[in-house]
């Protein structure tokens, strides 16, 4: 399972046992390893399934073919960068994991924080139309890369993603006919987390609840037993 704050179960009591990954997981009988991070951008997802999910069958000793792999898209706007320089956000977050070692996070709550990195990507490199279109490309990428390693990939959103049936995003679109995706590609309405989760209780910084999660979850869950 791969993820943003949405997957990993920010604001939860319990995100071991009540974020919706982990409740897909003793509902199916399995057991789940997460690699979500609290403000994982889409990059960071792609980068570390790419560089993870390897080893963690090996450690488990489960061949791809018999490992259930989820990946749930988070916000478009988000970024990383690589720099050795420490960049401590003054928040508390769980330990990164080491293939996040000297990778920054780039996205709109480090504004406000005068955080340069931040602040010199959406002034002079942001673009809503090239950032869905690096998106699904990096889609692409990483859904042809499990494939061929024998992965069994499937994917949902945890927020939504609009404009995907425009140029330049509909060419990587059309290359996705087929993945299995909650929601399809591009996304119908109301298939994210965030909008399933709308007028049930929040945290104060806005993730979803154990309701929320119980119902996406049960919603995941639907759909894998639909294949």
Not at 119 to 129: C, G, P, Q, V
Request: net charge negative.
């Amino acid at each position: 399972m791969n993820g943003c704050s949405f997957a990993r179960g920010a604001e939860l009591r319990d995100p071991a046992a009540d974020a919706w990954p982990a409740l897909l997981a003793r509902d199916l009988g399995v057991p789940l390893v997460s690699l979500a991070r609290d403000g994982a951008s889409n990059r960071r997802i792609v980068r570390t399934s790419a560089s993870s999910l390897g080893a963690v069958c090996r450690e488990r000793g489960v061949a791809p073919e018999a490992a259930l792999t989820l990946v749930a898209w988070t916000s478009l706007p988000r970024a990383e960068f690589f720099s050795p320089r420490d960049d401590a956000e003054g928040i508390e977050r769980p330990p990164d994991l080491e293939v996040d070692r000297n990778w920054r996070r780039i996205g709109p709550w480090r504004l406000a924080a005068g955080h340069a990195p931040s602040k010199a990507f959406y002034d002079h490199l942001w673009s809503e139309t090239g950032q869905l279109a690096g998106f699904l490309l990096d889609w692409v990428l990483l859904d042809a890369f499990l494939r061929g390693a024998g992965f069994d990939a499937r994917y949902a959103y945890s927020f939504p993603v609009v404009g995907a049936d425009e140029e330049p995003a509909r060419p990587f679109v059309e290359l996705l006919a087929g993945v299995r995706a909650l929601g399809g590609v591009p996304p119908q309405p109301g298939a994210a987390f965030h909008e399933l989760a709308e007028g049930l209780p929040r945290g104060p910084t806005g993730h979803p609840l154990e309701v929320a999660h119980r119902r996406f979850g049960d919603e995941v869950r639907r759909w894998l037993a639909d294949g």
